[in-house]
């Protein structure tokens, strides 16, 4: 009789957990703001990280008190995401965080699918630049869904994808509302950053060289 904890797929969210492209969204925000004559803080920033673009430039628009309809909102999300293809277009695989291959590499020997499950329409282009695609079963983006985290609907799809219940499926989140989605899944969940920021984990790791497949196991228990 087969575990019925037993972890059959790892979902990776993108931005943070595989590769630091935070600096680069920020950049891109940052910059927009000061197009439109105010400043973004990190601690602003902060925020704005694990939820979709149209919900991070409404978030925006509120802290510099702008209105902005239908049309321009997508003007303005564009010239940001302009940007930030510009920044991210130049990665290159050494760009990996600390462990990612090793982790990867582990868990495809032993016959555990690999998902990415990304609020960003970018996440491809992240995937070819990084060379990271061998290893994936699926990869569920922005473009492939409707709701945002902390509604499970990217994760959900990545584990109809792979063919997997979401009680087999563990996902590795740096942001709280990435948490709460794969929670709100019902899937187990792995923080990856600081116990201050992430909160209802099952587990928290600063990065993923830090995990291994003897300490995921301790989450079947």
Excluded at 94 to 123: H, K, Q, W
Excluded at 158 to 179: T, Y
Excluded at 204 to 217: D, Q, S, T
């Amino acid at each position: 009789m087969s575990n019925t904890n037993e972890i059959q797929a790892c979902i990776f969210d993108l931005d943070g957990v595989i590769v630091d492209t935070a600096n680069s969204h920020y950049k891109a925000w940052k910059r927009l703001a000061n197009e439109l004559g105010f400043d973004l803080t990190p601690e602003q920033n902060e925020k704005m990280k694990g939820i979709g673009r149209m919900e991070s430039l409404d978030m925006l628009l509120e802290i510099g008190n702008i209105e902005a309809d239908k049309k321009e909102k997508k003007k303005l999300a564009d010239l940001k995401n302009g940007w930030y293809r510009d920044y991210i277009s130049e990665m290159q695989p050494d760009e990996l965080l600390p462990g990612v291959i090793d982790f990867l590499e582990e868990l495809t020997e032993e016959n555990i699918l690999i998902a990415i499950g990304s609020a960003s329409r970018n996440a491809p282009t992240i995937v070819r630049q990084v060379q990271i695609g061998r290893y994936l079963d699926a990869l569920i983006d922005g473009s492939k869904v409707t709701k945002g985290k902390p509604h499970p609907e990217v994760f959900l799809k990545a584990a109809e994808e792979m063919g997997v219940e979401p009680a087999h499926c563990v996902v590795f989140e740096d942001a709280q509302a990435g948490i709460d989605a794969a929670r709100n899944g019902g899937m187990r969940t792995i923080g990856v950053g600081s116990q201050q920021v992430l909160h209802n984990a099952d587990m928290i790791i600063p990065g993923l060289n830090e995990i291994n497949l003897e300490k995921l196991r301790t989450l079947e228990k």
